[in-house]
């Protein structure tokens, strides 16, 4: 297959779902039956997006295929302050990863769909909607720049707006929708500043270019600290989307969507896009920027984990679940274990989808009930969705034979080998402390779900395992977080096709001295590197190795512990967690409470925003219209003195010129006596006295 | 013997003259003004003959005084009939109470 038959099966994949939004949205009334089209669409990319990665990988491996055009040209090309703006795509294995991971999960979601929502009024459009933001996420995945990355970025926003607010009779759901909008401006507004430093000195939005130059010694302003700036900048809309501390706050209260949008927006895309962009611009992050990156990382899986212990609604804790693999992923770019964040990038997408679904299966056959206090042991009315829900969970909680713990154990070792390495200990603690909570909030979650005795008879009794379009996605997504599909070493994932082959860490672009010293390459290492490619000194490769096994061990205790406790908790009652609860009162409200950061911003940037508001509203009211009006009295007090002006000075002129003529009139009438005779002597006495004066004679 | 001169003949001339111009300023009917008009005229005539045979001016004046004289008549014409209209609309030919351009 050619590179450019490539390029074209990538179009055709970006435009599918596009095609199948237009033809809803346009259709959908007349025709019923339209969704089928939708899903079958989806269908269709995910099947061209699986040929496309089995030939990139195979065929293309090491090669990037690039495929853009100049869609707007400033100037001519050679003279300075010449701009053109190129759109295209970069298809790298990474691309091509991404690009079946979306398809895949956004395919299993159409078809858990068609029976999750079935009765609902706006069935079609929903399938609509789901189109356009499968359009959006694989924009975002295909771009080569940063312009149409920023694009794709805002329609993720738009649809992301649109599928958490499908029900937005809800006056919840409305909410949560504007919240997400907006909270997302916000991490897009740093974002786009970044862009533009990045813009204002390269000319150009590609990534490649820009790379580049970076690598060539051309840097921002001059200024390694502009480079930092413009890393950090770009990671804001990561923080924004990714759902980073201290944007995080949309995710959670995103839930109010239908749960198969949360399977997907949580799972694999709008989430995995923030990821996906730190990802692109890794090789452009200096150590600051790094450390930045990993530091907010780490306190976002912290934060998130912590208040997952204590949440029960099922979606809510799946919600803050995320939050936290997704600080993970950020963190670990954060310490330069990119291959690793990538991975787990993957991985997570498919065991997050696999519990966003079951829990939607859960609560599809609950009829809608959320809290996991009223459940408990579905597990013989729903073994599907319970088999299913276990194996993503051991996936999520790092037991090894599952795709999680690959991921995750890479993931703790490159912090401890960046803690090691530089000292910032406190990541890697953080890193395990989070990993035992998961574990820990996780089988919570699955024990009081399944397990145990019914709470709620009623619900209880109702209850039925989902039908085959809503098992067989979880079936298909449990499958896939078994570690079989990355590695054939279940406790190693280096050893694995996914990171030998596949993902490989790109070198570091920027300026020597503003990188860390584990990422500095020499030549003689170079040499000595089988690969060829030298990302990290010999020291991190060692260091990473060193890493490898305590990791791995830590990783194991901490999850192991974290599910003892779970179990002691809430499967034998051998402890009891409501009297932990009373006697850590303050704690357990703190976390219940989400760290009270909803009403701490309710308290600061709401409050801040609409006091400032109101001093505006002042100012407009006071200073503005004041103004207004008191030009508006101007112009009276000026019009009044002109009138005045006008009538008495131009007026009595005018008036005068007029008296004074008919003054002048009124005596000379009086010669005009209209008698011919009169007029006959007058001319006879003129010419008397006109020979007088010029006597001829 | 008194000699009969260009003396003579402007003397009547200017006699004549004065006698149109006070027919002319002082007659109530329009005919009569005309009538002054016409004497004045052959005043005028007079002058262009009494000229024409003591000055050295040869046909000149008894040309332009045979002008005069069709002149006269053309203009009596025309006048005769602005009265008769001036009658029609006026009911009389009174000339001081013809001041309508006053107005």
Partial sequence: MSESLLINICIVILFLPLLGFTTVVLLGKRIPKLYLFEVAILGIALLLSIIVAYVKLSFYNTKDIVAAFTWITMGNAPSPGAISIELGFKIDNITVLMLFVVNLISFLVHVFSIEYMRGDKLYTRYFAYLGIFTFSMLGIVLTHNLLMMYIFWELVGLSSYLLIGFWFEKKSASDAAKKAFIVNRIGDIGMFAGILILFTQYKTFTFDVIYQQIAAGNIPFGSNAWLTAAGILIFMGAVGKSAQFPLHVWLPDAMEGPTPVSALIHAATMVAAGVYLVVRIFVMLTADAMLVIAVIGAFTSLVAATIALTQNDIKKVLAYSTVSQLGYMVMSLGVGAYAFAFFHLITHAFFKACLFLGSGSVIHSMHHEQDIRNMGGLKKKMPVTYYTFLISTLAISGVPLFSGFLSKDGILAGTLAFGKLTGHWLIPIIGFTVAGLTAFYMFRLVILTFHGEPKDHHKYDHAHESPFVMAAPLVVLAALSIFIWYTPNPIGASDGWVLKNWIKTPTQVVPLETRYDFMKPSTEEAKAEVHGEVIHSVEYTETMHWAHYPAMFLSLAVAGLGILIAFMFYQWKKLNADKLAEKLKPLYNFSLNKWFLDELYDMTAIAGTLSFSSILAWFDNKIVDGIVNGSATVTRFVSRMSGWFDTFIVDGFVNFTAFFSGFVGLSFRRLQTGKVQTYIVFVIFAIIILLMFFKPF | ?103
Avoid: C, P, W
Wanted: proline letters at 0%; hydrophobic letters at 60%; glycine letters at 6%.
């Fill in chain 2, 1 to 103: 013997m008194l000699q009969v001169g260009l003396t003579h003949f402007l003397i009547v001339s200017a006699i004549l003259f004065s006698l149109g111009i006070y027919g002319i300023v002082t007659r109530k009917n329009a005919v009569m003004v005309l009538m002054g008009i016409e004497l004045v005229l052959n005043s005028a005539n007079i002058n262009f003959i009494a000229f024409s045979k003591y000055g050295n001016f040869g046909l000149s004046g008894q040309v332009i005084a045979l002008f005069v004289i069709i002149l006269a008549a053309a203009e009596a014409a025309i006048a005769l009939a602005i009265v008769l209209n001036i009658y029609k609309t006026f009911s009389n030919v009174n000339v001081d109470e013809i001041d309508h351009l006053k107005e």
